[in-house]
């Protein structure tokens, strides 16, 4: 069983940066795979990032790619989420996600457990 608590969101302007944390407990966090996805008003819960156990490997959405990092501290039980050149279209609101498998997966299926979510609102 992994408990995940997201912290970090806030209102930002475009063009700025945030990051968001994932707060983990429980077992064996460091042999989970750990996503972030974000959902907004109206549309469906997208994939952002992935990251394995290890962090070895990562794995971002199109319009993220060279803005986002998603980066892991596995001895602190925390996952990141570093977002940069923040554009409006970035508002949603962030779950962070752990995978029970080493692997990275963008499907949202395939994740087994969820934070609540933190909003980010980036204005124009």
């Known amino acids: 069983q992994v408990q995940l608590v997201e912290s970090g969101g806030g209102l930002v302007q475009a063009g700025g940066s945030l990051r968001l944390s994932c707060a983990a407990s429980?077992?064996?966090?460091?042999?989970?795979?750990m996503g972030w996805f974000r959902q907004a008003p109206g549309k469906e819960r997208e994939f952002v990032a992935a990251i394995s156990w290890s962090g070895g490997s990562t794995y971002y959405a199109d319009s993220v790619k060279g803005r986002f990092t998603i980066s892991r501290d596995n001895a602190k039980n925390t996952v990141y989420l570093r977002m940069n050149s923040l554009k409006p279209e970035d508002t949603a609101v962030y779950y962070c996600?752990?995978?029970?498998?080493?692997?990275?997966?963008?499907?949202?299926?395939?994740?087994?457990?969820w934070g609540q979510g933190t909003q980010v609102t980036v204005s124009s």
């Open positions: 429980g077992r064996t966090f460091s042999r989970y795979a």
């Open positions: 996600a752990a995978h029970s498998s080493s692997l990275l997966s963008r499907y949202s299926y395939e994740y087994d457990y």
